[in-house]
Each structure stands twice: as C-alpha cells, then as structure tokens.
C-alpha cells in the first residue's frame, strides 16, 4: 500500500494528528521558513513577502501561504480598502518556532561554502566534475 502524501493525510479527520515527519515536512519547507521568519517580525503584506523571498512564483507563495494559513501557522488579514489589502502574522504557535527557523538559517548561512566545497571535493574524487 503507497504512503499517502503530507496533504492528504493532514485532510483526514480532524481529530488525527498529523505525523511529526508530515509538521516537519510543512514547517521546514522550500518556502514555508522564510514565510514563517518574516511573518514572525509583525504583519507583512503578499507583495512584501514576494519582494524579500528570492526566487518564489506568486502561485508558490500564494499555496504556501494557504496551506501555513490552514496548517494555523500564520493568520491572514483581509482590509476592505481599494484595492484590497492582505495582511500575513505568524500564531503563536509559529512564532514558538522563529529561534530555531533562525538558528537554522544562521547554520546554512555559515556553512555553505564548507558544503559547497564538500560537494566539489566529493564530486572530484568520483569523477563527476563537468
């Protein structure tokens, strides 16, 4: 019998849990870490989060965005301006995540270069070096 995928199996009944591999999946995301850091700081809008998120599509920041919304990890505000306004804060329980999401980040900030050479090195040493 094949695994069901983290959305179908979160879908299920809401009194099921959500395996820790399925939370994990959602919270250390491509996306969903910076979304959560920037959102920790205080509302940000969509554009604001489109701007400062390198490399994201507005389809992929809008799905991540429902599924940290839906997941109770970020609040969505709605303002009934022209055109209107969205607003995007991180829950509490998000926010209980921002010293390890940083000190993550922090980590492969200071280590990339070191897994990058790692990377070249190994790569050398099989011949797989184009």
């Known amino acids: 019998m094949s695994q ?10 809401h009194t099921s849990a959500c395996t820790v591999r399925e939370v994990l999946d959602r919270v250390g995301g491509k996306w969903s870490i910076g979304i959560i850091i920037a959102a920790s700081d205080g509302p940000v809008r969509f554009t604001e989060l489109e701007r400062s998120i390198e490399g994201i599509s507005r389809r ?28 995007y804060v991180a829950t509490e329980m998000a926010r209980e995540l921002y010293e390890s999401l940083v000190s993550l980040t922090g980590w492969a900030q200071r280590h990339r270069e070191a897994i990058a050479a790692a990377r070249d090195a190994y790569d050398r040493e099989r011949g797989l070096a184009g």
């Open 4 to 13: 069901p995928n983290t959305q179908e199996s979160c879908q299920a009944e």
């Open 60 to 87: 992929m920041l809008t799905l991540t965005l429902r599924h940290l919304e839906r997941d109770g990890l970020l609040t969505r505000t709605v303002f009934p301006t022209v055109p209107p306004r969205v607003e």
